[in-house]
């Protein structure tokens, strides 16, 4: 569990030190780290999947490849046209910040972009950012 809590960590970092144009830190909820209050102005929603892990190397000390998504969920008001507008340049900002790199120990492969949309039963319009990955343990 230790590893999922320092991936979350890492990734709420990254995010809070590369925040989009319009977003303070306020707007970023964790769903790793439990239920956030709820709100009616635009926001950011994080949270992190586990996957497949896969045995990488024969020897003694075996290494395991753990994969991961982590998903960043932008929301905004039905009601607010130009920040409806708006939500795929910031969706593209964060596909930028994680797509294709190294930070930590963490490498990100794809970051594909999700419109879920109007949101059932909801005053939200919704669109996920779905960071794949993995990290590399040696046991």
Known sequence: MSNLNSLTRSFQLRLAQSIPPGYVIGDIYNLDRGVSGSTDKKHLTQSTA???????????????????IHTIAIYVPNSNRTQRAGILTTASEIQTL?????FDEYKTQVAEIDIVGKQTDSKFYRVDVNINGYFEEIL
């Open 98 to 102: 994680f797509e294709h790199i190294e």
């Open 50 to 68: 586990l996957g497949l892990r896969q045995f990488t190397a024969p020897d003694v000390k075996r290494c395991i490849r753990q994969f991961f």
